[in-house]
């Protein structure tokens, strides 16, 4: 079984100041496919690199899924962090998630959460709150199988779409 990583980025969840919900929901959706890790870390830059080059770098995860940082708030940084530590971004992931999501929402247009390759490591940030989570997932779960192949180099899989 493949092993995925979730992340939840968040000071007032890292402090137990909240509830955490969104990583919660992430877990449904990743549990029955991966073999799963689950942390919360605070809202910094630093902190955040450091976990993604440790999944990734360790082959402790073929997939990240971090939650929260994705704003437009001061704290805001996971994509950003992201950013830095990934050897190739994908467009098409975040920008299929933000086209479906903002049928539901405006706000969605406000979220700046990427993906991105680190290694053989898959890493998609998603929004901070769980009903975003849910649907940005929604949109690209099927994908992912697929996506995980291809940076393994075993080429295309046939996909069902929907």
């Known amino acids: 079984m493949e092993k995925a990583a979730i992340i939840v980025i968040s000071d007032s969840a890292s402090r137990k100041l909240r509830q955490d919900l969104s ?16 942390e919360i870390i605070p809202d910094d830059r630093e902190e955040i690199k450091k976990r993604l080059i440790y999944y990734s770098d360790t082959g402790k995860a073929a ?77 690209v779960w099927d994908l992912i199988p697929h996506a995980l192949d291809m940076i393994k180099g075993k080429g295309h899989r046939k996909l069902k779409i929907k």
């Not at 990583?23 to 689950?38: P, R, V």
């Not at 049928?103 to 709150?129: D, E, F, M, V, Y």
């Open 23 to 38: 990583g919660k929901k992430i877990l449904k959706f990743a549990e029955k496919d991966f073999d799963t890790s689950f």
């Open 63 to 139: 997939l990240i899924l971090t939650t929260g940082g994705t704003g437009l708030g001061p704290r805001d940084v996971t994509p950003e962090a992201t950013s830095e530590v990934s050897d190739k971004i994908v467009p098409g992931l975040a920008e299929l998630m933000r086209a479906e999501t903002i049928k539901k929402t405006k706000r969605a247009a406000l979220s700046r959460g990427i993906c991105a390759l680190r290694g053989r490591t898959l890493i998609i940030n998603l929004p901070g709150s769980p009903r975003a989570v849910e649907e940005c997932l929604s949109v």
